[in-house]
């Protein structure tokens, strides 16, 4: 539907705008050697827990049809 193209519109230029400002912050690109691999290990475990939450709702409030 419209709405939600306008919605993906919408999250998709704050993603961009968020990493925008990250990769202008010149404290975080200089330092970015020493956030070291717990940075990296939070980043996908965070990526990883948003991916199963959102299948799980997906699949629990919004999936259509089924055997009922």
């Not at 997906?58 to 409030?61: A, G, I, N």
């Given at each position: 539907?419209?709405?939600s193209d306008?919605?993906?519109r919408q999250i998709f230029l704050l993603l961009f705008v968020l990493g925008l400002s990250i990769g202008s912050n010149s404290l975080i690109i200089?330092?970015?050697g020493k956030f070291g691999w717990q940075?990296?290990?939070l980043a996908t475990l965070?990526?990883?827990g948003s991916l199963?939450?959102?299948f799980l709702v997906?699949?629990?409030?919004f999936k259509k049809g089924g055997n009922e």
């Open positions: 539907s419209a709405a306008v919605y993906k200089n330092n970015i940075a990296i290990v965070s990526i990883l199963l939450a959102s997906f699949h629990l409030f």
